[in-house]
């Protein structure tokens, strides 16, 4: 069975002093980075997703507030992780083997599923995560990152979905946005025969 990392939004706007920073987001990075230090040869494809907005006035399909309005963290958004800003980068405890493969998500539009997003510099018929998966025959999937509750969860469900056969959620390697949608968020991931489980 070949497997596959994907660690999802590890980005500056999503870390501490960022414009929509999740508690806890930068040890996040440093701890995913040990794992793939110790663990990452295990993995055949190691994948990083991003998101990688336009700029206002493009509202990216309503996920930022706009026109004065306040957002509801929950469908609508302070401007975040705009393509090529410093915001939307890696955050630097993050590191990435040179043979990660890239996606990048949101482009003036609402995606939370790296599934969502293209492969920047896909090979022919791999534009999409999912397709570039099942190329690689890739069954097993682990899912790190940020924010559990919305982009991991959903990075998550669309790899049962798109054919994993085992998908896990390492919940260490994660923070949330809140306690009660990770609650939410982790219950329905069990329901979807997701595993939550800790890093070895």
Not at 101 to 125: I, L, M
Not at 152 to 160: G, I, K, N, P, S
């Amino acid at each position: 069975m070949k497997s596959a990392l994907i660690v999802v939004d590890v980005q500056n706007d999503f870390c501490e002093g960022g414009a929509l920073a999740v508690a806890g987001g930068a040890d996040v990075a440093a701890r995913i980075s040990d794992y793939l230090r110790r663990r990452g040869d295990q993995y055949d494809t190691i994948v990083a997703t991003r998101d990688w907005h336009a700029p206002l006035p493009d509202t990216n399909a309503g996920h930022f507030a706009a026109d004065g309005t306040s957002p509801d963290y929950v469908t609508t958004w302070p401007v975040h992780c705009v393509a090529g800003t410093a915001g939307a980068e890696y955050h630097p405890d993050l590191v990435l083997p040179e043979r990660t493969v890239h996606v990048v998500k949101g482009e003036s539009r609402q995606d939370y599923s790296g599934f969502q997003g293209r492969v920047v510099d896909a090979p022919p018929g791999q534009a999409t995560l999912g397709r570039l998966l099942v190329a690689r025959n890739v069954a097993h999937v682990d899912v790190v990152g940020l924010a559990t509750d919305f982009c991991v969860a959903a990075t998550a469900t669309d790899a049962r979905r798109k054919g994993a056969t085992l998908v896990s959620v390492l919940t260490d390697l994660t923070a949330a946005v809140s306690a009660p949608t990770a609650v939410r968020a982790l219950t329905q991931l069990a329901q979807h025969r997701i595993h939550l489980e800790e890093s070895r």
